[in-house]
């Protein structure tokens, strides 16, 4: 039997979590938006998210077969399953099948594995995509389909909030006045409101959120520091003119920043590797969401800014390094006195 | 630190660290007795520094406690024969390293010992010896640490000049999954523990003296608590179960709050550290003029029939302590010489108990190997549990492409190879391996240049 016997090196255990698993954590974390996708949004949304991962699957299976010539499996580390489920939460509910290829081709081919597959990316590859998409196909990209009846509380207009505040300032209304054109808050939070097809339950999210951080897969630090950056500069706003900015929980609940302060910006690959460094990243995004959605053009900004901290990444990790043990003792040395022998002379 | 700590006045080390399931099979079970096996192998390489050197021949009769080989230099250990007997043979066997190296079979005859060691179970309190007596006895009794480092006691106890040592600390840490011999020590010779810290503390002149043990240990917290009321200066220090809070900077950062320098000594923030085994191994030797032939050791594993904790001689073939515990379980695929984290895969069954064996743990066929490696996902969880602040993916990295000056600066050397890097990273990353190779590659390479 002693021939058997394994000889490696130290540790021989190891944490239970590995990529896969958290890959399918992160997948099963995405559920309850799914659920309201379909909730709000009926087939349209079950096609659109079917249609992305396949498309996400396949291709990064076929590049790693045939164009790396690696060993593969179809699901491999599961993460190709999770961009294609951010790609499709990211556009709305009606978009075309070709346009939904283009976008995985970006997502992973151009911003995935040409730079080596996973780990390796500097971009989020969902949000690479969705901005790509925005620019290329503006119209198809920003029709949302108007929400189920049934389920939605108010006759919505196929315009997001953010675009009717953008419309509404345009115009010369003041805030309150384009409030009263939209949902409650309590719609804004359970996710009865005009967007992409996964971005619009904050409630969902939050539940996403929770059982990541239960699950040990992310930690608080992306997360709150953007929300809470970004309802510290929208409420100071807010409170110095509440008819013309927003209300900070209008910002939080609309626009995809749940979805991006859960999903894209907690993406490992594309953050930060200290809480430190975290916690800076998530500010960051905050700060540049905040002043694109204020002063910009475009009525959102989310993508845009971790887009950019996704850029900001090395240098915030150069930064950042964690503080080595030993480098302060936290001792003060007594005085040794070395006995001399005094040699009388 | 949670807030449960603050009421319980727990305390532990700041910076990573990890969670590994605990899997003390054998905390209740009391240490027994295993008989001297019909032959032993004893190396006489056990500890850090030169190996010993031979002082017996072939076809020589020893007792226990005959020094069969003698400390080369200062940095080296004295090693006794553990049994009475028969010198067979003297060539290269296998050891805990996996490597050949040169050891003494003795063949057991009996069990005779030398008269003039203290075998009594008799208590003796009183401490005659003065401190470079005691440091000489411990050099002679061949004591080396028993947590697992094996680094010669005496040298660690002769202090330079220029240190000022405020604080002696005793590991009853024993952080290690599944390993019990020290919470078992802790339990069953606690008089004889504690007049072991009193001589420690003479022999280096400290008045303040604290037991650290980790919170899964509450009965040897509060009998070691009970019993030190009325010692002065000795006290005890609950710490959080956290992995790796046994390891020497990361003990008295959690019960001193001081870190030492990199590259530094404890003796540099005033401390002394010994292991709670040392410390027995260190009564025996002063008290009861006994050396190091003996040891408890844990034999474990999810398998195994019946796991224990034992009280062995040194140079037992491990297999005689497997077959105490109902032998090898089907199915087995590692055999590891101390804890799952920090222990050594034997390739053997017939490599000996060493000085610095805590514990023997059978790893089941399914959990031997390692899991498929993935691409670094950046999730940074190697730095987060880093207890060194060390950045592991990047050591990895830097390793792979021989980069071993720029780890230099990173300060790869710091690394007290613990593993929790490789044990948590999600993409099974063999982190340790590669750092491993850039720390020998370094040292490598200073010692050409020296
Ligand atoms: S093995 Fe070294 S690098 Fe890895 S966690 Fe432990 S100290 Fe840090
Ligand atoms: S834990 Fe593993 S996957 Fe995560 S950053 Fe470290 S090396 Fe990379």
């Known amino acids: ?345 | 630190m949670n807030l449960l700590s603050i009421f319980n006045n727990t305390k532990s080390f700041e910076m990573g660290g990890v969670h590994p399931a605990e899997n003390k099979l054998t905390a209740d079970e009391p240490i027994q007795v295993l008989p001297p096996p019909d032959a032993a192998v004893i190396h006489v390489a056990q500890h850090i520094g030169a190996p010993a050197t031979i002082t017996v021949t072939e076809g020589q009769k020893v007792r226990v406690g005959d020094v069969i080989a003698n400390h080369t230099g200062y940095v080296s250990s004295n090693i006794h024969s553990s049994v009475s007997g028969t010198v067979e043979n003297i060539e290269n066997l296998l050891d805990t390293s996996g490597f050949k190296k040169t050891a003494i079979s003795i063949r057991v005859e009996g069990d005779e010992w030398l008269p003039e060691i203290d075998r009594t179970p008799d208590l003796i309190s009183e401490i005659k010896l003065s401190s470079e007596e005691i440091i000489e006895r411990i050099h002679a009794s061949g004591v080396v640490g028993l947590g697992g480092a094996a680094f010669p006691s005496h040298v660690k106890l002769n202090v330079p000049k220029d240190k000022v040592i405020d604080h002696l600390l005793l590991n009853g840490v024993e952080c290690e999954p599944y390993l019990t011999a020290d919470h078992r020590l802790m339990l069953e010779k606690p008089e004889e523990l504690i007049i072991g810290i009193r001589v420690l503390m003479k022999a280096l002149n400290v008045d303040k003296a604290i037991i650290g043990i980790e919170n899964n240990k509450r009965d040897a917290i509060q009998l070691l608590t009970e019993l030190t009321e009325d010692e002065e200066g000795i006290g005890v220090q609950a710490l959080e179960v956290k992995y790796p809070q046994g390891g020497e900077k990361q003990l008295i950062k959690a019960v001193l709050g001081r870190e030492v320098p990199s590259g530094g000594l404890p003796a540099d923030v005033g401390v002394l550290v010994q292991n709670v085994g040392t410390t027995l191994a260190v009564y025996e030797a002063v008290q009861k003029n006994k050396p190091l032939v003996d040891r408890i050791t844990t034999l474990t594993g999810v398998d195994v029939t019946k796991p224990g904790n034992y009280l062995v001689r040194i140079g037992t073939p491990i297999r005689d302590l497997i077959n105490a515990s109902g032998g090898v379980p089907e199915h087995t695929g590692k055999i590891v010489s101390g804890g799952p984290m920090m222990g050594k895969a034997l390739p053997d069954l017939l490599v000996p108990i060493a000085k610095a064996t805590s514990g023997i743990l059978l790893i089941p066929e399914s959990e031997s190997r390692r899991a498929e490696e993935y691409n670094c996902v950046r999730c940074g969880k190697c730095v987060e549990v880093c207890p060194m602040g060390l950045e592991p993916y990047l050591l990895m990295t830097l390793s792979q492409g021989h980069n071993h000056d720029k780890s230099e600066k990173e300060n790869v050397l710091d690394c007290i190879e613990c593993g929790s890097c490789a044990f948590t990273c999600p993409s099974n990353r063999p982190l340790l391996d590669w750092i491993r190779l850039s720390k020998n590659n370094i040292r490598k390479a200073k010692t050409a240049k020296a």
């Open chain 1, 1 to 345: 039997m002693s021939r058997m016997l394994v000889v490696s090196p130290s540790p021989h255990v190891h944490d239970k979590l590995t990529v896969p698993q958290v890959m399918e954590g992160v997948i099963i974390a995405m559920i309850p938006a799914l659920a309201f996708a379909v909730l709000n949004f009926g087939l349209g949304a079950v096609y659109v998210t079917l249609l992305s991962v396949i498309f996400c699957v396949g291709i990064e299976y076929a590049m790693n077969r045939y164009l790396f010539n690696r060993k593969t499996t179809v699901l491999y580390d599961r993460s190709a399953i999770i961009t294609g489920i951010l790609l499709a939460f990211n556009v709305p509910s009606n978009l075309p099948w070709h346009i939904i290829l283009i976008g995985a081709i970006v997502a992973i081919g151009l911003s995935k594995m040409s730079f080596g597959g996973l780990g390796n990316n500097p971009f989020n590859p969902a949000l690479v995509a969705r901005v790509f998409l925005l620019t290329s196909f503006p119209v198809e990209m920003t029709s949302w389909p108007v929400p189920t009846p049934t389920l939605a509380l108010d006759g919505n207009t196929g315009a997001t909030p953010l675009g009717i505040l953008k419309e509404g300032a345009r115009v010369g209304d003041t805030v309150p006045q384009m409030m009263a054109e939209m949902p409650g808050w309590m719609d804004f939070f359970w996710g009865f409101q005009g967007g992409s097809l996964g971005e619009m339950s904050a409630f969902a999210m939050l539940l996403g959120l929770a059982y990541m951080m239960l699950r040990r897969i992310i930690s608080w630090h992306i997360p709150i520091s953007m929300l809470l950056t970004i309802v510290v500069l929208t409420g100071a706003f807010w409170l110095y003119d509440p008819t013309q900015y927003a209300h900070p929980l209008f910002h939080i609940l609309t626009g995809g920043v749940m979805l991006g302060a859960v999903f894209m910006a907690t993406d490992y690959v594309t953050s930060p590797f200290t809480y430190r460094g975290m916690i800076i990243f998530g500010v960051g995004i905050g700060v540049i969401t905040v002043f694109i959605r204020l002063f910009g053009s475009y009525p959102e900004g989310v993508s845009f800014a971790i887009l950019v901290m996704n850029a900001f990444v090395p240098m915030i990790n150069k930064y950042t390094k964690p503080r080595r043990y030993g480098s302060k003792t936290h001792y003060v040395k007594p005085k040794v006195v070395v006995e001399e022998k005094v040699v009388a002379s």
